[in-house]
């Protein structure tokens, strides 16, 4: 049995056009390790520079939902919202403050968001790894946000499984 | 004594306008070397993504004013011309053709231009390092055309400098 995803679905998981195309191109697959290594295959080796551009502006900058009252229901968002449930728990005003004053830096600096897969990562530790990452080179910094955005993509992937998977059973 | 150039003169040698201000802004230079010097870390470390695509898409495709009877005048095109000299004198119809038909592929795989220094390079040279960098990822060409980019750069600032030099000689 394979699992039929739609081109909306992957986008969910990652917002770049081409790679939600070409997921359901080489798709359906039968489990979610089979769908991990197309999504690796075509983000990487497929999608271009302009793609990837794509998929990283369908993000909200890190910590803005937390501190918003935004009611964006969108899967994507509603996904971004749990991955950054342990930066929730550990924010405070002035963290959340701080890590705006450097997401504004960054995109000023390298033209897109600061990515980060945020699960199970503290405010603290968000904004450390931030500051650490804003010395780096443009180019550098690109292909870091890309593997950033590989890993989302792979939670993503897994959540749009289990949520099948849970339905079925 | 330095050279004053403005942010056109430095627009002809690279199209990112990110780069161009702030050649204005770490000018004037004493010698052609110390721009050289300049342009490297203003290029590689200060032009984000966005401005190396903007540099690439100020570009024509390589071979396409060989061929047409484009009448181009702006100082780029017309040094872009003098760049295509060899390729030129080593042309047949059918090369240009072929040359055409990669381009549009390597255009459509990796969103932008392919990207080549030029100067001294024959036309079947040219098509055979197209056919051999096609195979590559999109983020390693990205890289490759960034740096062949710099190359033309550095070709366009020693014109810059010897215009000057010749003028005032």
Same mark, same amino acid.
């Given at each position: 049995?394979?699992?039929?995803? @739609? ?8 917002? *770049?056009?081409?790679?939600?195309? %070409?997921?359901? $191109?080489?798709?359906? +697959? !039968? ?7 197309? !999504?690796?295959?075509?983000? +990487? ?10 998929? +990283?502006?369908? =993000? ?5 939902? #937390? &501190? &918003?009252?935004? =009611?964006?229901? *969108?899967? *994507? ?7 950054? &449930?342990?930066?929730?728990?550990? $924010?405070?005003? /002035?963290?959340?403050? %701080? #890590?705006?004053?450097?997401? @504004? ?9 600061? #990515? ?10 968000? #904004? ?6 804003? /010395? ?21 992937? =897994? ?9 079925? *059973?």
């Amino acid at each position: 049995m394979s699992l039929v995803f @739609s081109k909306n679905d992957f986008i969910s998981c990652c917002g *770049s056009t081409k790679f939600a195309e %070409e997921m359901v $191109a080489d798709g359906p +697959f !039968a489990t979610y390790d089979e769908a991990v290594v197309a !999504a690796k295959n075509i983000w +990487f080796n497929r999608v271009d520079v302009n793609g990837w551009l794509e998929a +990283f502006a369908a =993000h909200p900058q890190i910590g803005q939902n #937390l &501190s &918003s009252s935004a =009611h964006n229901s *969108s899967t *994507s968002a509603q996904w971004s919202k749990g991955e950054q &449930s342990t930066a929730l728990a550990t $924010a405070t005003d /002035s963290s959340l403050q %701080e #890590l705006y004053e450097w997401n @504004s830096r960054y995109k000023q600096k390298f033209g897109f968001v600061f #990515l980060i897969c945020a699960s199970g990562r503290s405010t603290p530790e968000i #904004l450390s790894e931030l500051k650490r990452r804003f /010395s780096n080179r443009p180019i550098v910094e690109f292909e870091n946000a890309a593997e950033e955005q590989m890993k989302i993509t792979e939670l993503r992937l =897994h959540k749009l499984f289990s949520n099948v998977t849970q339905a079925q *059973s």
